[in-house]
């Protein structure tokens, strides 16, 4: 591609309003403008690395055994009538009228699509497994577009939804789209970690998101320095095994603490530790109260608690309510002498405390001495309650936890039958029975993921594209187009690159130097050639851009070399 023909609007300023790298290098190199809020337009370049991002998914999905089509975007209401998302999606959901008053959905996803025309045309056990995917252009009415394509109110998706006939064929696919994002993540080059995720409202119980660690991610991840385990941390399981001192217990006394009501703050009035202060928060977990205590130095986690008594709701309580159910302010809370009917559980650190601290239930007041099992009981039980914890042993006994900030890039999981069931996607099974076909969905978000690349390749100069992802592999620059020599040996190279498949731009443009080398690495096109001063003897410099890496090379020889650094 002649650069004089194509649209590539670089800035040289930094955009006010970009805040982070992608954001920022995606506007100036002339890939992305904005047209709304989280509204962008993909310019040549960018479309050029969707549709590399594209057909590298679409290999891995094909391979998955799925099968491409492509459903509407506009879907009418009465589907998420049937599945209840028309009441529960809120806000993001992007709704409008046509002419006739009827109402629609631009759609953010699409289980509701799939749903209605699977269970139309498939009413046997004998058609499934079936696995579908589409990329497609999404709309989702975020309460906060920013960062770009990172969060964005349109966005690419490919989405795929299997079905089955039982869970088995469902753990199969799974694993199979599992591996094909895994697949997908690792030829675009990226650091990431298929992180174990709470499956949260969707109802599902097996999921994981691809996390792109990053700073900017808004995600923490718990990661093992040394295997594959990786976890979002609200999942991670704490495996310590905590020891008991053999210290002498003391008895239990009660001390004034006067204004002292943190853990920190009691810890250094009293001069112990924080590990042997006992935390009590009280949570109200569906429609009960239920005391909860870690240990001092832990966070107790509340996804764990909701997990424990399978709650749909666990929040703390209020200071109205604490006071109400515990007679005392939010600071005071301990598990000695309670109501019978409060249920108190513990993290499996606070057993093996031996002379601990913890509030009295009484202003101003704490008990020292405290000994957990002498001095009060759990009811119904010490379990898994805090977050991990860098520094953790890793779950899978392998290494130690680090944290780090992710992307979401992809999102598998297993929904079961919930939209199945509401939307009566049945077949018959082999007995003849009437069955809710179990599905499955997995997306990956295609735009975000070029957004990604970005974030993680770059340089003080620009993008530095991985080679299977870049717009054009080689980028032939004339140092000086008014020179015959310079420019013929140009477009000389330019043809002959085209000759062998090779994706080029040949900046033709009558821009200074500089500028042109600006632009160049701005873009970051993997290989440039500069034709300069030696063009009359075929000799021009190639120059790898992301390691700044340069050679002199005979014209003779160049497809061959060229071809070393971009074909792996
Ligand atoms: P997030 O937690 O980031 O909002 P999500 O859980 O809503 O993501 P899914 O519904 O699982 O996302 O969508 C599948 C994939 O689509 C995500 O893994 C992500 O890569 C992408 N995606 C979701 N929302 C956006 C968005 N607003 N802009 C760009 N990509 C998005
Ligand atoms: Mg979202």
């Not at 679409?58 to 492509?70: K, P």
């Not at 076909?437 to 770059?458: D, H, K, L, P, W």
């Not at 701005?522 to 190639?542: D, Q, Y």
Request: aromatic share 8%; net charge negative; hydrophobic share 40%.
């Amino acid at each position: 591609m002649k650069q004089s023909m194509t649209l590539i609007p670089t800035l040289r300023e930094i955009p006010s309003d970009a805040e982070i790298k992608s954001h920022q290098l995606l506007l100036r190199a002339g890939y992305i403008r904005q047209n709304a809020s989280g509204i962008y337009s993909y310019m040549p370049l960018a479309k050029k690395v969707l549709q590399k991002v594209e057909a590298i998914v679409r290999e891995e999905m094909d391979r998955a055994g799925a099968v491409e089509l492509l459903m509407p975007a506009l879907t009418p209401a009465e589907l998420w009538q049937e599945s209840k998302r028309w009441y529960s999606y809120g806000p993001e959901l992007m709704r409008m009228k046509d002419r006739h008053d009827r109402d629609f959905v631009i759609g953010p996803t699409h289980e509701e699509v799939i749903t209605s025309l699977v269970r139309d045309e498939v009413k046997s056990y004998k058609r499934l497994p079936l696995a579908l995917y589409q990329i497609q252009t999404k709309f989702r009415d975020e309460q906060r577009p920013r960062f770009g394509l990172l969060r964005g109110r349109e966005f690419i998706m490919k989405d795929a939804y299997s079905f089955h006939a039982n869970h088995e064929s469902l753990d199969e696919i799974y694993t199979k789209i599992f591996d094909a994002y895994s697949n997908v993540f690792r030829r675009c080059g990226l650091d990431f970690r298929a992180v174990i995720a709470d499956s949260g409202a969707m109802g599902g119980k097996d999921t994981h998101e691809f996390m792109v660690l990053s700073d900017v991610g808004e995600d923490t991840i718990a990661y093992s320095d040394t295997s594959s385990f990786a976890a979002n941390i609200e999942m991670a399981p704490v495996v310590v095994e905590y020891e008991k001192s053999n210290e002498q217990e003391f008895a239990l006394e009660k001390v004034k603490t006067e204004g002292q009501k943190t853990i920190d703050e009691v810890s250094t009035y009293l001069n112990v530790e924080p590990s042997k202060c006992i935390k009590s928060l009280l949570f109200k977990v569906d429609e009960s109260f239920v005391l909860v205590l870690v240990r001092g130095d832990h966070e107790v986690n509340d996804i764990k608690v909701k997990n424990l008594f399978d709650a749909t709701v666990v929040e703390l309580a209020t200071p109205e309510e604490t006071r109400e159910i515990m007679n005392c302010s939010v600071g005071s809370l301990g598990p000695i002498q309670i109501a019978e009917n409060i249920q108190v559980i513990a993290d499996h650190a606070v057993k093996m405390i031996v002379n601990g601290v913890c509030g009295a239930n009484e202003e101003d007041y704490h008990y020292i001495g405290v000994n957990p099992d002498r001095d009060f009981s759990i009811n119904p039980q010490y379990a898994d309650l805090r977050f991990i914890q860098v520094g953790d042993p890793s779950p899978d006994g392998e290494g130690t936890i680090v944290f780090a900030r992710g992307i979401e890039v992809g999102h598998v999981f297993k929904l079961g039958t919930r939209y199945s069931e509401a939307m009566n996607a049945m077949f018959l099974d082999e007995n003849g029975r009437n069955q809710p076909m179990i599905m499955g969905s997995y997306g990956i978000g295609v735009s975000r993921t070029m957004a990604a690349v970005v974030e993680q390749f770059n340089d003080e100069n620009g993008i530095v594209w991985p080679v299977d992802l870049a717009p054009y592999k080689v980028h032939v620059i004339p140092v000086n187009n008014k020179n015959d020599s310079q420019r013929s040996l140009a477009e000389n190279i330019y043809d002959q690159l085209q000759n062998n498949g090779i994706d080029v731009l040949f900046d033709d443009r009558a821009e200074r130097p500089g500028v042109k080398f600006a632009d160049s690495d701005l873009i970051g096109i993997p290989v440039r050639i500069t034709v300069g001063k030696r063009a009359e003897e075929g000799i021009v410099e190639l120059k790898v851009r992301s390691n700044g890496e340069t050679l002199e090379v005979n014209t003779e020889n160049l497809i061959e070399t060229i071809r070393s650094f971009i074909v792996k």
